[in-house]
Structures are given as C-alpha cells and as structure tokens.
C-alpha cells in the first residue's frame, strides 16, 4: 500500500509540474503574440487538450508503475493530484505575472470590460456599468483569481480523472 501512495506523490509531482510548465509557456506565448488581454479561443482549447494529454499520461505511467492495475479511485487521487499541483503552480505564475511582469493587467482588464459593457449594452446608465466594474474588481482580486484557478482547474481535473479511469481502469483480482 505504501508504494502506492509514493506511486502516487511521484506522479503527481512530475506530471502536475510538466502540466504547470506546459500551461506557462503557451500563456507565454499567449503574451508574446499580444494577445494575453484577448483570450483567444485557441488558448483555451490548447489548454485543455494539454491537461487530458498529461493528465491521461500520468495515469498511464501510475498504471505502468503499479503492475498493470489502477482502480477508479486511484485513477481519480492520482489526476487530482496532478490537477492540484498544476493549479497552484499555475496561480503562482499568475500573481507573478499580474504583480510584476504586467502589472496593470487588472486595471487594463477592468477598462476593457468598461469599454465592452458600454459598446454591449449602451441603455446602461453610468451607476450600472459602475455596479458591473465593481463586481469584475472583486473577480480579479489575487485572493478570487486563485481561488477560481484552483477549483477550475480541480474541477477539469476530475471530469478527466473520471473519464480516463473508467477506460483505464483494471482492478487487481482478489
């Protein structure tokens, strides 16, 4: 049981850091391209094909390492574990990122969303788009964007985790 839970603790740490540093290199490829306040489409969708692909690697590579076998619920630990470190790793880049590398990247933010609120929806009065501005600060707080980051990524974790180990899966015989 105990080589198991090391199994775990290994894969984890190094898929959850190769998943960390693939997903900071495209944000940084994201940013040198210019385009780090746009949000592209592709950006995400990058990002998700990179968490199933390293998520179900790891999982492999736990299978591999635990004699052929991995149940559900160690398909689950261990893709959560990978999604967990990646996240935190993630957030720390983006305290960093929005602290020192661009730090008006909030307030640029906060005036692109005031500027599409206003072409969106032009009947709103100054006091609305003001109560909407507000609630777009709080979002972007440090405290919130990690938060979001984390459970978001925990979140995708799992419905990969899920996925993957219902194909994968193969329990020991008794």
Not at 57 to 74: A, F, P, T
């Amino acid at each position: 049981m105990d080589t198991q839970k090391a199994s775990t603790k290994k894969v984890a740490l190094n898929y959850g850091l190769i998943l960390a540093i693939a997903s900071i290199f495209l944000s940084a490829i994201v940013y040198a391209m210019g385009q780090h306040y746009d949000q592209p489409i592709w950006q995400t969708v990058v990002s998700v094909i990179l968490m199933i692909t390293i998520i179900v690697l790891g999982l492999r590579q736990y299978k591999k390492s635990n004699g052929g076998y991995m149940s559900l619920v160690e398909a689950l630990k261990t893709g959560l574990a990978i999604s967990l470190i990646a996240g935190i790793i993630g957030v720390i880049y983006q305290i960093v990122f929005t602290s020192f590398i661009e730090p008006d990247f909030v307030q640029n933010m906060l005036d692109i969303t005031e500027q599409n609120i206003k072409e969106k929806y032009p009947s709103l009065t100054q006091e609305q788009v003001d109560a909407n501005l507000s609630i777009s600060e709080t979002m972007m707080s440090p405290g919130v964007m990690a938060a979001i980051g984390i459970i978001i990524s925990l979140f995708l974790g799992f419905i990969i985790s899920l996925v993957a180990g219902l194909i994968m899966k193969t329990n020991k015989p008794n």
